[in-house]
């Protein structure tokens, strides 16, 4: 058997065309069976690719028996290793011919990487889209995809098939629009946000041949149908999408994406009731999967092996009261508020919401899905556009990485072809996003010295002769000391502040106010202020480093030299502003 002869040409029509191509189709399942050779792991055992599985199987020295070559690789593919027994005067099949042809084309390949499979999903080649169905492997461009192992080309393996094929019929006008109706019937509070959400499920399906997938957090009313929504998704999206209630482990999200990229749709996430260990290391997941890498599949460590999994094609998280996200992961969401459903969305009958007739949504799930790959030119071309547009009104980077995805979902899916530019202006309007809002982004750099800053501490002085103790924060103790007339009490306040790690200093040179910050980590006063905190382990001399301004030198604090951060002076401390109350006038009596 040729192991080779692995491409069954066929002509794929298209619906929305109506013309057919030539689309060379790669089977991973063939009825005889048979196999690829990909290399050999470190170990030295060697890797191939059966054809009667269409799965990555590793062959130990124990396995090359004829016997298991056949369970894993097919009947025919042991057929051409036999040899003629003269004592028996019959043909038998013996494992040697067909173990030293694995060898040999195997140990030509070399090493081969685990982090280069690619399961079920969609696959960027260039410009071009590579689908794996989970049998098959085809790019709807009509380019031949190959299951060789090539240098630094990935190779594809089977799986759970995704709900879809190149056979499946494309969604018609009326699909599309059955869609948006149902979508826009959902008490979503803000203008443009049921486009938005049309935007996350196209962007979902697209996953990660898109370079940035944003965050959608929905945060929702008892009785707003928040569950109704998730599940008419979930349909939508079929085997691309993987339903959890409550925060997932990292080890529960690797095992759910070992095998195939899809997206992760998370209900029940709740403020109250969650652990925060568990929360951040479910931060650090919806971070990895915003932005695209070089490596497709990341690595975790578990149970003292190397797991490789597919990061989320996309991750939509709904709670009645989300928790709070750190900064960075906030940067990377796309807030909703859904409220109880309108009076009209309640009374009347929606079939596609007809839990009895489910089948119905997840067969108009696979024709959109097919109608989407021969889209994917229209969002290609969409996301660069709209992210040009966005930054051209003034948003900023991150803001516009984030929400060209929805924009160009909702085009994609909308329109034909590509979107003129007065098109996409009428979609990014009609999603409140030509003026941009005003953020305040707080930078860590800022946020370490406001939490510095805010510490208490417990200091000392004298009142009438007699020695009073007082809790003050660090900024408290520094604005004393920039504006106390007395110089014998500043003197006082500095050397107990110094204990701490840090010193207000007067610049004669430039003739204003610094603020000297401890940067050792043996420092044990400073150490004890960055207890807790997100720098605890020192990483505070860095991130204060970024200050406009800031620069490294050596202070004595207590008498001993130390590295320090010198810094200007912050302006609230230099310029402290009064409170300002405002309260109603006495009423007369």
């Not at 196999?35 to 054809?51: A, D, F, I, K, N």
């Not at 803001?399 to 899916?413: E, R, S």
């Not at 306040?493 to 430039?510: C, T």
Request: proline share 5%; with cysteine; glycine share 8%.
């Amino acid at each position: 058997m040729n192991i080779f002869n692995i491409f069954k040409p066929s002509k794929i029509r298209n619906p929305e065309l109506g013309v057919a191509a030539a689309v060379d189709v790669a089977n991973l399942v063939v009825p005889e069976g048979g196999w690829v050779p990909m290399g050999h792991t470190l170990e030295g055992s060697y890797v191939v690719l059966s054809l009667k599985t269409g799965q990555l199987v590793t062959l130990r020295a124990n396995d090359l028996r004829i016997g298991k070559l056949q369970v894993w690789l097919g009947r025919e593919a042991c057929k051409a290793s036999t040899v003629y027994d003269t004592e028996l005067q019959a043909e038998v099949e013996e494992a040697q011919a067909l173990t030293e042809a694995i060898a040999e084309e195997c140990d030509r390949r070399g090493l081969f990487d685990l982090k280069a499979v690619r399961g079920p999903g969609l696959y960027r080649e260039g410009d071009d889209l590579v689908v794996n169905f989970g049998q098959q492997v085809a790019s709807p461009s009509g380019k031949p995809v190959s299951l060789e192992r090539r240098n630094g080309e990935p190779v594809y393996q089977s799986g759970p098939d995704l709900g879809f094929s190149l056979d499946t019929p494309c969604a018609s006008e009326d699909d599309v629009q059955s869609v948006l109706r149902v979508l826009a019937g959902f008490g979503l509070s803000g203008r443009g946000d049921w486009m938005k959400l049309v935007g996350w499920f196209v962007s979902a399906f697209y996953g990660t041949v898109l370079s940035h997938r944003p965050i959608l957090a929905i945060s929702a009313e008892r009785g707003s149908g928040k569950t109704t929504l998730i599940e008419f998704l979930g349909a939508l999206l079929g085997p691309q999408a993987i339903r959890r209630d409550g925060v997932p482990t990292m080890a529960q999200t690797i095992y759910a994406l070992e095998h195939s990229a899809a997206a992760l749709i998370v209900d029940e996430v709740e403020a109250r009731g969650s652990k925060k260990a568990a929360l951040e290391q479910f931060g650090e997941l919806l971070r990895l999967q915003f932005s695209a890498s070089a490596s497709e599949r990341l690595t975790r460590v578990i149970g003292g092996r190397p797991r490789y999994f597919n990061a989320p094609a996309g991750v939509l998280v709904a709670g009645i009261s989300l928790p709070a996200f750190n900064a960075a992961t906030e940067s990377r969401t796309v807030r909703l508020m859904l409220h109880p459903l309108p009076e009209t969305s309640r009374v009347r009958y929606e079939p596609l919401l007809d839990l009895a007739r489910i089948g119905d949504s997840v067969a108009l799930g696979a024709r959109l899905r097919r109608l989407l790959v021969d889209r994917w030119n229209v969002m290609r071309e969409a996301v660069a556009d709209a992210r040009s547009m966005l930054i051209a009104l003034g948003h900023e980077s991150r803001i516009a990485d984030k929400h060209a995805p929805l924009i160009a979902g909702y085009v994609a899916l909308t329109h034909k072809g590509v979107a003129s530019p007065e098109e996409l202006r009428a979609v990014i309007g009609a999603m409140d996003l030509d003026v941009p809002a005003h953020a305040v982004v707080e930078r860590d750099a800022e946020a370490c010295l406001d939490v510095l800053l805010s510490r208490k501490v417990v200091m000392f002085h004298k009142v009438n002769g007699a020695k009073e103790k007082a809790h003050m924060t660090i900024r408290d103790v520094v604005t004393s000391i920039v504006h106390a007339q007395d110089n014998e009490h500043r003197e006082q306040l500095s050397r107990q502040l110094e204990e701490f790690g840090v010193r207000a200093l007067w610049a004669r040179s430039s003739a204003s106010w610094k603020l000297a910050v401890c940067s050792s980590t043996q420092h044990q006063g400073i150490k004890r202020l960055m207890t807790g905190t997100d720098w605890a382990l020192g990483g505070w001399k860095d991130v204060l480093m970024r200050l406009p301004g800031a620069t490294a030198s050596t202070q004595k604090l207590s008498r001993a030299p130390q590295r320090v951060v010198m810094l200007d002076m912050p302006g609230d401390i230099l310029e402290p502003e009064g409170d300002d109350y405002d309260f109603p006038e006495p009423m007369a009596e």
